[in-house]
T-cell receptor, first 113, second 115 residues
Framework: DGGITQSPKYLFRKEGQNVTLSCEQN?????MYWYRQDPGQGLRLIYY???????QKGDIAEGYSVSREKKESFPLTVTSAQKNPTAFYLC????????????FGPGTRLTVL | QKEVEQNSGPLSVPEGAIASLNCTYS??????FFWYRQYSGKSPELIMS????GDKEDGRFTAQLNKASQYVSLLIRDSQPSDSATYLC???????????????FGKGTHLIIQP
């Protein structure tokens, strides 16, 4: 089955820790995205990547970092510089351009203790 | 300023009736429009995409696009309790000023179908 997987489903972080969220897709999509969703809010773009070894900041990139070493993988690191990281994190992919249809993974819910 | 606006609701509709969800967007140059459904605690799933003015039908769902008035709507016929969810409108806003590209999402409309 083709799709997008995210792990872990739930993640707890202590203050001052960096954590990495995994996103893998086997859809052969070139573009991948990370969004953050807070309660009652829409999705806000953190980072996106259109090709391997290249990525662009989204609207709320501060305190986050990404890498794109493989087409299938786009991990997101939430650093200690992100002051309010508790949120639902969603990974998505599209065939190539950002304006294409985006398909979402199941999400990771991050809670700071 | 990139904006996609939706009424947050809740919108309450009796079972079997037509649910009408609306979305307005800020940029006249936008080309791609999407409706996603999101159940509580789950990720968004694509319902429909629309690119041209007019109506597009898929089963009980109809998307309507009016680029001149800058709005896109979603109609759900014969509403079922399982349609109760938050519906997100997403637009590929034409953004010529640099910065982030991609889809801009509205905050969503919470739809409740009453049995």
């Amino acid at each position: 089955d083709g799709g997008i997987t995210q792990s872990p489903k739930y993640l707890f972080r202590k203050e001052g820790q960096n954590v990495t969220l995994s996103c893998e897709q086997n859809l052969n999509h070139d573009a991948m995205y990370w969004y953050r969703q807070d309660p009652g809010q829409g999705l806000r773009l953190i980072y996106y990547s259109q090709i391997v070894n290249d990525f662009q900041k989204g609207d709320i990139a501060e305190g986050y970092s990404v890498s794109r070493e493989k087409k299938e993988s786009f991990p997101l690191t939430v650093t200690s510089a992100q002051k309010n990281p508790t949120a639902f994190y969603l990974c998505a992919s599209s065939i190539d351009r950002p304006g294409d249809t985006q398909y979402f993974g199941p999400g990771t819910r991050l809670t700071v203790l | 300023q990139k904006e996609v606006e939706q009424n947050s609701g809740p919108l309450s509709v009796p079972e079997g009736a037509i649910a009408s969800l609306n979305c307005t967007y800020s940029d006249r140059g936008s080309q791609s429009f999407f409706w996603y459904r999101q159940y509580s605690g789950k990720s968004p799933e694509l319902i429909m995409s629309i690119y041209s003015n007019g109506d597009k039908e898929d089963g009980r769902f109809t998307a309507q696009l009016n680029k001149a008035s800058q709005y896109v709507s979603l109609l759900i016929r014969d509403s079922q309790p399982s349609d109760s969810a938050t519906y997100l409108c997403a637009v590929n806003l034409f953004y010529s000023g640099g910065g982030a590209d991609g889809l801009t999402f509205g905050k969503g409309t919470h739809l409740i179908i009453q049995p």
